[in-house]
Each structure stands twice: as structure tokens, then as C-alpha cells.
Nanobody
């Protein structure tokens, strides 16, 4: 399965963005999905994940209450709504798919990755 992220941009602190991740290839609905991010000089970190049905979601403490993950299996698309953005949210954001094996919080347990989309939050 292949992914194409979009929606990254430069935004002022306090602003909002919606990232999209469009899937092609294997059946999107077979996979649990996640968003990760990587800032310059830092390791890739978990942001959020959603079950294959969309019914269960998880968030990193740093984004809880500000970000919302969702998916539309009919459109084979994953979303991340980001509100109240902070400069520390600046990073390249990646979507990824996993087969529900291992911890959802570890990038090592995701099998397919997109190329990433850049988010820059200015103060």
C-alpha cells in the first residue's frame, strides 16, 4: 500500500491545519493507521493512531485535546485535524499503517509509510 500526505504548510501559532493521507494499493481498511512526526535533530515520535474501523483513537499527551485523528475507509484517506498549533509542533508529519502487531506507539511496528508533509508553526 502507498500513501501520499498533503496539507502541510506554514501557519502562525494558534492556527489550524488538516493533514490528509491518501492510500492506494492494498485495502486501506485492513490496517490500523498512525501519524508520527519528526523534528530536526530529533527522533520520530508518535502523535496519534486509529483502529481499522475508526472507532478507537490514541494520542500523545503533547497533542491530546488539540489534535483529532479520523479516517474514511470509503475514500481510503486518513486525516489529522490540528488546532491550537504551537511552535513545538513544527516537524515533518508522516502517516503509517500497521497490522495491529506490537505497540502502536513504536514506529518499528508500522509496515508502510508515506513520504511526509512539512508543518511549520511560527511564533
Amino acid at each position: 500500500v502507498q500513501f501520499a500526505e498533503s496539507g502541510g504548510a506554514v501557519v502562525q501559532a494558534g492556527g489550524s491545519l488538516r493533514l490528509s493521507c491518501a492510500a492506494s494499493g492494498r485495502t486501506f481498511g485492513n490496517y490500523a493507521m498512525g501519524w508520527f512526526r519528526q523534528a530536526p535533530g530529533k527522533e520520530r515520535e508518535f502523535v496519534s493512531s486509529v483502529s481499522w474501523s475508526g472507532g478507537t483513537t490514541y494520542y500523545a499527551d503533547s497533542v491530546k485535546g488539540r489534535f483529532t485523528i479520523s479516517r474514511d475507509n470509503a475514500k481510503a484517506t486518513l486525516y489529522l485535524q490540528m488546532n491550537s498549533l504551537k511552535p513545538e509542533d513544527t516537524a515533518v508529519y508522516y502517516c503509517a499503517a500497521r497490522m495491529n502487531i506490537g505497540s502502536r506507539y513504536s514506529a518499528d511496528n508500522y509496515d508502510y509509510w508515506g513520504q511526509g508533509t512539512q508543518v511549520i508553526v511560527s511564533s
